[in-house]
């Protein structure tokens, strides 16, 4: 018997910190041993041996089932189930272009949750407000008496035509609205897994408004508080610092949002620009391609590749009229060096004028990069003096040199 992995939950009230070790049996099979780090959370972890046949009461009829949990060592322990979490499913079908599929499957969990015949009206009791705060809960909210709150995508598992709850830590004998539980397993699976711009309106499909989402992110921040209690929790003191502090998942995060950037076509059909004659879409900023048609009566076309300061490269520009092609002329706000294009501030704008009568179609290929702040006072210096040289001195690869 071999511990092959141990992680501590340590920034925790004490009567919640545990430590996990993954055992290796002589077999080579494995198993979760979870034990309290100190005597205050033994009860913490002995709960988990009742709320396994808990699970299976209320959530049974609903295919999920508890993970078999035994007595061991002072805490507990699981063996593994082999499967395939539900995390994984889902991220195997955004993978293979199934986004559809997968937000039908994140549905159907919900209905087949909110199906239970333990379902009633969500009243907040005495415990709740202990634990999620005294925050008035919007009406219409179902529960059942007994809660599973860390029903989180990567903690359901399926086999042999079952679905287990693999760790349920945090269970409560009284009730937790279950849209509460559907929008946390929800966002913490889009959120770190990047997701946000293929679900974009799955909250709204389960019925989460915005008035819930506000109420759950404070049941959320109120749960937090009370599992850390006392405990100092380091990444709290990103906020308490004085000097600024960029979070890298934040960074890439916001470089993903630009590099699938909302671009917009406005046509003037000899009144201006109408945005009643504009085409919007979602440009993928590295392989930028766009076809659209053009308005009867099209004059000019202002082309606005995305919302922030950017670099456009690789621009081309064809217009379609009766089966042949011209490259209409086009005039940028921004600035040119080297074949690319310079903007400095949120609205670039590309002007494309004198397009022919009976034009059909435009097709405008290019590459989009975000430039950020070191980026747009580059572009500035770029403006007064339009050496490529000077532009890389000062811009220093978009980040901004400290001086003494």
């Known amino acids: 018997m071999d511990i092959i992995y141990t992680k501590f939950s340590k920034e925790r009230s004490p009567r919640f910190s545990i430590k996990t070790h993954i055992i290796q049996n002589d077999d080579k099979s494995r198993r979760a041993l979870k034990l309290p780090c100190s005597d205050e959370g033994r009860e913490h972890i002995l709960n988990m041996l009742s709320f396994c046949e808990k699970i299976n009461s209320f959530y049974g009829e609903c295919n999920f089932f508890a993970a078999e949990c035994r007595s061991e060592g002072g805490g507990v322990s699981f063996d593994f189930i082999e499967g395939m979490t539900f995390e994984e499913r889902l991220e195997g079908l955004c993978d293979s272009g199934r986004s559809d599929e997968a937000k039908r499957l994140i549905l159907d969990l919900k209905k087949r949750l909110f199906g239970c015949s333990h379902i009633k009206p969500f009243v907040p009791t005495e415990g709740f407000k202990a634990v999620f705060g005294e925050k008035k809960a919007p009406r219409g909210l179902k529960c059942m008496d007994f809660s599973c709150v860390d029903l989180i995508f990567d903690n359901i598992i399926e086999s042999g035509g079952r679905e287990y709850i693999i760790d349920y830590e945090w269970c ?18 889009i959120t770190l897994n990047n997701r946000r711009v293929i679900f974009e309106d799955i909250f709204d499909d389960l019925g989460i ?15 937090q508080s009370y ?20 979070f890298m998942d934040d960074m890439i995060a916001e470089a993903d949002g630009i590099r699938q950037s909302t671009y917009t076509l406005f046509f003037d059909c000899g009144k201006g620009f109408d945005p009643q004659n504009a085409v919007s879409g979602v440009l993928d900023t590295e392989k930028g391609l766009i076809d659209a048609a053009v308005p009867e009566n099209a004059v000019r076309c202002r082309f606005d590749p995305c919302e922030c300061s950017c670099c456009v490269s690789g621009l081309s520009i064809k217009a379609f009229c009766g089966g042949e092609s011209y490259d209409p002329t086009y005039a940028a706000t921004g600035c040119e060096t080297d074949g690319a294009l310079f903007f400095d501030d949120n609205d670039p704008m590309i002007m494309i004028e004198n397009i022919k009568e009976g034009t059909e179609r435009l097709r405008i290929s290019c590459c989009v990069a975000p430039l950020g702040k070191g980026g747009e006072r580059a572009v500035g210096i770029l403006k007064k003096n339009n050496r490529l040289m000077r532009f890389a001195e000062k811009l220093g690869g978009l980040v901004p040199k400290k001086h003494d």
């Open 209 to 223: 408004d915005e008035k819930m989402k506000n109420y759950f992110d404070y049941m959320e921040q109120s749960f």
């Open 227 to 246: 599992i850390n209690c006392g405990a100092l929790v380091l990444r709290s003191l990103y906020n308490e610092r004085k000097k600024r502090v960029c």
């Open 172 to 189: 409560f004998d009284f009730g937790v609205p279950l849209e509460f539980i559907v929008y946390r397993a929800v966002n913490n699976y």
